[in-house]
């Protein structure tokens, strides 16, 4: 038995969700390119869950359904004031609160396939509630309630700010939404897809995969690229701050990939909309900036940006906060763990791999007098 570190080239599952194939994303079949123009981050959870994309009164539906569970119970309202609210990383404050959710869902420990999908539903309603309402109980402002008439990227800024977002906005959220939700096994979705494996509920399986998300290696990443374009301050200084951590084997963070070779396909358009925004919002330093990274880092690696790179610049034209970076990805990435976990059920084997045994052998016991 030979370990493969960190899994690399290990075919683990079988997926009808998302594939990378030779460098394109798609979901289910629907190239990310396609579905990145054209789609609204609805669809793009109703194609996740149901593998095919929906008709208009099956969209309405859904969007009903995410709008009615939006409200989230007051107990956890209420826990958010408990703990030293500015101290806590808000990525920490999202895993407690679904952990904390299922306790409320009578049909947490359900294991129907109804039961399931309702769950599914209420996760992704009530996480764009967690998150907005965590981020205004620190500021010392009230929870907004959502607007029922309000797609979900408009509901989320609405409740973020309690004022009516620009369509720019919500275009630009909107989409920022569709590039993150699934990504076939990354290291998220493949914990979540373990926890489940041993039948344990959906509450369960988002928390450990929120777990999963948050460190910089993976979703972590994007707030981690903001505070180095903040470190970094302005453009002349790109060059040598660049250039002194590659001198000293420091990792870059929103470059490299496990699985793209030539490139993330979703960098593009992330790419994009920093330019457009940024220069909107007279910021377009951090484009700059980001560009210049980009090619230093390419040049000098071989390494291209992952999704995370310029998603950092997009969030903050949004005037979003850089520790909810992170929690909007979760925000995002909860239809695909939902989607993988559904997909677990419906055709389950316990997920249980071997190590390779590299420890000291034939050791006999010495009695603790004697060591
Ligand atoms: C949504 C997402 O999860 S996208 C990924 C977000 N994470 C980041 O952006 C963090 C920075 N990137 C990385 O740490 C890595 O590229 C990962 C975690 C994404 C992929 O990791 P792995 O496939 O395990 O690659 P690994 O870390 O072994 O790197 C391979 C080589 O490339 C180098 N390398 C990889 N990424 C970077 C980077 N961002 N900056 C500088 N060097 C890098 C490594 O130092 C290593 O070099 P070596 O062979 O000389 O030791
Ligand atoms: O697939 C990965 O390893 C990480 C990633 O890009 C994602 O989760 O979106």
Known sequence: MTASKGLEGIVATQSAISSIIDD????????????????????????????????????????????????????????????????????????????????????????SDEANYQKAIKLQAKIATIVTAFSRIRKGQE???????????????YMLTGEMPEDIAVEAFNKALVLHADHELNASTFTARVCVATLSDMYSGVTAAIGALKGPLHGGANEQVMKMLMEIGSEENVESFIREKLDNKEKIMGFGHRV????????????????????????????????????????????????????????????????????IFAVSRISGWVAHILEQYSNNRLIRPRAEYIGPDMQKYVPIEER
């Open 24 to 111: 394109t994303l798609t979901y289910v079949g629907y190239d990310i390119d396609d579905l990145a123009v054209n789609a609204s981050f609805e669809e793009v959870v109703y194609l996740l869950w149901h593998q095919r994309l929906p008709k208009s009164e099956e969209l309405a539906e859904l969007k009903q359904q995410l709008a009615d569970n939006m409200s989230i119970p007051q107990p956890v309202l209420d826990h958010f004031k408990m703990y030293p609210i500015n101290e806590v990383h808000p990525m920490a404050a999202l895993r407690t609160a679904i952990s904390l959710i299922g306790l409320y869902d009578e049909s947490a420990e359900d294991m």
């Open 143 to 157: 929870p907004i309630a959502p607007k029922t008439d309000l797609g979900y990227a408009a509901n989320f800024l």
């Open 260 to 327: 793209y070779r030539k490139g993330d396909p979703r960098a593009k358009h992330l790419r994009e909309m920093s330019k457009k925004l940024t220069t909107l919002r007279g910021e377009e330093k951090y484009y700059n900036m980001s560009e210049k990274i980009e090619s230093i880092v390419t040049g000098e690696k071989n390494l291209p940006p992952n999704v995370d790179f310029y998603s950092a610049s997009v969030y903050h034209s949004l005037d979003i906060d850089h520790d909810l970076f992170t929690p």
